[in-house]
């Protein structure tokens, strides 16, 4: 599988950012899906999931309300829609995919949140 992230960038506090991860090399439909993020000095967390036919959603306590986990399965892509961006949601985000019992993971994308 591979996975590309896209859509980080430097937001105010405040702002929205969307989030993208295209999948290739699997059947997408097939994956489980997730965002987690990483900030500096922390450990990886994750932030939300999916599962293949988007019934069912999970996500963290500090995104929820705020942060909305979508896919799209004819276009093979997963979307994290964050809003109410604050500091503390800075982080590189990073897409997951589970597919038979293996994960696979993107290179992540830069999400700044700052003045």
């Known amino acids: 599988v591979q996975l590309v992230e896209s859509g980080g960038d430097l937001v105010k506090p405040g702002g929205s950012l969307r989030l993208s991860c295209a999948a290739s090399?699997?059947?997408?439909?097939?994956?489980?899906m997730s965002w987690y993020r990483q900030a500096p000095g922390k450990e990886r967390e994750l932030v939300a999931d999916?599962?293949?036919?988007?019934?069912?959603?999970n996500y963290a306590d500090s995104v929820k309300g705020r942060f909305t986990i979508s896919r799209d399965n004819t276009k093979n892509t997963v979307y994290l829609q964050m809003n109410s961006l604050k500091p503390e949601d800075t982080a590189v985000y990073y897409c997951?995919?589970?597919?038979?019992?293996?994960?696979?993971w993107g290179t992540g994308t830069l999400v700044t949140v700052s003045s």
């Open positions: 090399g699997f059947p997408f439909s097939r994956l489980l």
């Open positions: 997951r995919a589970r597919f038979l019992g293996l994960y696979y």
């Open positions: 999916i599962s293949t036919e988007s019934v069912n959603k």
